[in-house]
């Protein structure tokens, strides 16, 4: 199917702190999966995505650790800051040659709270 | 900035009404995608074109309509308005064309379209 699968749902953390955000798919032909970022009164930002080749991808603060035989992803933002409060998506797409890729499909999101 | 023009930001109008929601997409970009978020079902895909043609449907409603020009900016179009269609709308663009780049969707700021 094509349901994207996210937890929690909101999330407090302190300042310096680590969070975790977790998600899961069904549908094996997912292939690319992205994270993003979204403040109220944006759109969404692409924060970090992985292929499933990989296991985990880092870039800065932001960790993306990729389970492919249990079919979940989770976002890791270490020494969290009050500016990381934000919503946070976790998508999944289909990858194709020119012009088919395929829309994302969105997780529910987790309001991020970092407290000072 | 993604690069991603919306307009208008914001949209009253009342039910029964058409409106018509506008993209421009990053300058190269070849695809356009339309979601609707909403409190209720979260970030939903609506219509993907590539190129001028349609390429993907998702969750949209027979009430609404969209069209990519020439130029490869969109059209979303929303008639016999409901109470319901209140939501933010969003249009996203990539690439296309570039196997691996084009899965990275930017986002434009959004459409609110409030229906009293």
Redesign the interface.
Known sequence: QQQVKQSPQSLIVQKGGISIINCAYENTAFDYFPWYQQFPGKGPALLIAIRPDVSEKKEGRFTISFNKSAKQFSLHIMDSQPGDSATYFCAASISGPSGSARQLTFGSGTQLTVLP | D?G?TQTPKHLITATGQRVTLRCSPRSGD??V?W?QQSLDQ????LI?Y??GEE??K?NILERFSAQQFPDLHSELNLSSLELGDSALY?C?S?V?????N?????????TRLSVL
């Not at chain 2, 296309?96 to 691996?100: P, R």
């Not at chain 2, 084009?102 to 959004?110: K, T």
């Open positions: 993604s991603v070849l695809s995608y979601y979260g970030l939903q895909f993907q590539y190129n390429r993907a998702g969003f996203a990539s296309g064309g570039v196997w691996g084009e899965n990275i969707q930017y986002f434009g700021a959004g």
